[in-house]
Nanobody, 124 residues
Framework: QVQLVESGGGLVQAGGSLRLSCAAS????????MGWFRQAPGKEREFVAT????????YYADSVKGRFTISRDNARNMVFLQMNSLKPDDTAVYYC?????????????????WGQGTQVTVSS
């Protein structure tokens, strides 16, 4: 079992930046692929970014590529999402998620562990 707790959300103006953090506890962290997802009101939960256990490989949704960066610090059991050049369309609840798969996964159903979410609001 893995417990995940997100932090770092908030209100920011368009063009601004935020850094989300996710603290993990439980299973050996380096064995867990981590991802970030988001869900806007009335929409389905969508993939944002994922990183493998050792932090060597990352993959992004086209909508955030070049603006967002996922990273992890395995010594501290943490994963991060640096979000730059934020747009109003990025407004959503952002979720940290963990998967035991070694393969890149973008479907929410492929992730076994979820945090409670943190709200990100981007004003125009």
């Amino acid at each position: 079992q893995v417990q995940l707790v997100e932090s770092g959300g908030g209100l920011v103006q368009a063009g601004g930046s935020l850094r989300l953090s996710c603290a993990a506890s439980g299973r050996t962290f380096t064995n867990i692929r981590m991802g970030w997802f988001r869900q806007a009101p009335g929409k389905e939960r969508e993939f944002v970014a994922t990183i493998n256990g050792k932090g060597e490989n990352t993959y992004y949704a086209d909508s955030v590529k070049g603006r967002f960066t996922i990273s992890r610090d395995n010594a501290r059991n943490m994963v991060f999402l640096q979000m730059n050049s934020l747009k109003p369309d990025d407004t959503a609840v952002y979720y940290c998620a963990g998967s035991g798969s070694i393969f890149t996964r973008t479907s929410p159903g492929s992730y076994d562990y979820w945090g409670q979410g943190t709200q990100v609001t981007v004003s125009s």
